[in-house]
């Protein structure tokens, strides 16, 4: 079975950490973007289309709750990860409550970060299904269900 590349976008601050899990996403074949702020991530999906965020929690300016806030604001269908390095767990929950798929601890374990990486891929797939399924009952009851 051929894999479709999930479109990821890496964001956090210490570009040491984005450049060594950017290589092994690539690896198992996943496309990646980065981004070193949370605002470089918001102009980054505006221009680029993304399936899921891995979003750090901790980062200087514009933070992963924020960040995710704003995600979720301006688009709703992209699928978030949170990274925490600082064992804040009750930071982790918050960004599930507004919205995130699920949240790792740092370091993560790749298998946990790649299992969890498809999940979100696959509820942001069905997400989208559920969307075209609706747009396409929507045109068939305005039309009066007949086709020519």
């Known amino acids: 079975m051929i894999k479709i590349p999930t479109k990821v976008l890496l964001v956090d601050d210490e570009k040491d950490f984005i450049e060594m899990l950017s290589l092994r996403l690539k ?40 960040t995710l806030r704003e995600i979720k604001k301006q688009f709703p269908l992209v699928e978030v990860i949170m990274l925490t390095g600082h064992g804040s767990t009750e930071t982790a929950v918050e960004g599930m409550k507004l919205g995130a798929f699920d949240y790792l601890m740092k370091p993560a374990d790749f298998d946990d970060l790649t299992l969890k990486l498809e999940g979100a891929r696959k509820r942001k797939d069905e997400q989208e299904e559920r969307i075209r399924k609706a747009e396409a009952k929507l045109l068939v009851r305005k039309s009066g269900g007949i086709f020519s």
């Open 27 to 66: 690896e198992v074949g996943e496309k990646i973007t980065v981004a070193y702020s949370g605002q470089e991530a918001l102009d980054t999906l505006e221009k680029d289309n993304i399936d899921v965020v891995i979003l750090d929690i901790k980062m200087p300016g514009m933070d992963g709750i924020e």
